[in-house]
């Protein structure tokens, strides 16, 4: 069984999944978030958000983490049940971002779609101009999908992902690797 650790973790058991290791990060954030990864548990929550609040919040997630965990072992990544105004949020989070980094990077959108989907959390039509954009990227902090904003908008100036592309990147974001980090 693996354990939980790293910088800033809290651990602690959930009721009716105690077997599971559960790490949590708190952040600068209003809604908790949950996902499960390498057979753990991680939440990440609003700074003040106490141990009971959040073991009580996985609990009522309990059959979800468990099909997630079964998908995990057979697969990889599980998608969580679209929840009302899920897709909303996003495209309001995203929309933000996009009129942030628009100038800032001197490129245009034509645009943006949202979906599930199972490999990438972005994708740029150059050619259109058109974002797509993973719905899972909802249950990832603020700066996570900022970084995939710029990722796909920076597409915009450079096709691959090469150095010059990188190099875009690093210049909006320099902290691009650490938030990129978090979404493997
Ligand atoms: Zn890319």
Redesign the pocket.
């Known amino acids: 069984m693996r354990t939980a650790e790293g910088k800033g973790a809290e651990t602690f058991q959930i009721p009716g999944l105690e077997e599971i290791p559960v790490r949590v990060v708190k952040k600068r954030q209003k809604n908790c978030y949950l996902r499960v990864r390498n057979g753990e548990i991680l939440i990440t929550a609003p700074l003040r958000a106490s141990k009971e609040y959040l073991a009580s919040f996985a609990a009522k997630h309990e059959k979800w983490i468990r099909k997630q965990l079964d998908a995990e072992e057979k697969n990889g990544r599980a998608f969580l049940p679209e929840a009302p105004g899920e897709r909303e949020a996003l495209r309001s989070i995203l929309g933000e971002y996009i009129r942030i980094w628009e100038p800032v990077l001197m490129v245009r959108s034509m645009g943006f779609r949202i979906r599930n989907m199972k490999s990438r959390w972005?994708?740029?039509n150059v050619r259109t101009g058109v974002q797509t954009f993973n719905l899972q990227l909802i249950h990832y902090d603020k700066e996570c999908i900022e970084y995939v904003v710029v990722?796909?908008l920076?597409?915009l100036r450079a096709r691959g992902?090469d150095p010059v592309?990188w190099g875009i990147v690093e210049k909006a974001l320099p902290d691009y690797k650490e938030r990129k980090k978090r979404l493997q």
């Open positions: 972005g994708s740029c990722h796909e920076a597409h992902h592309f």
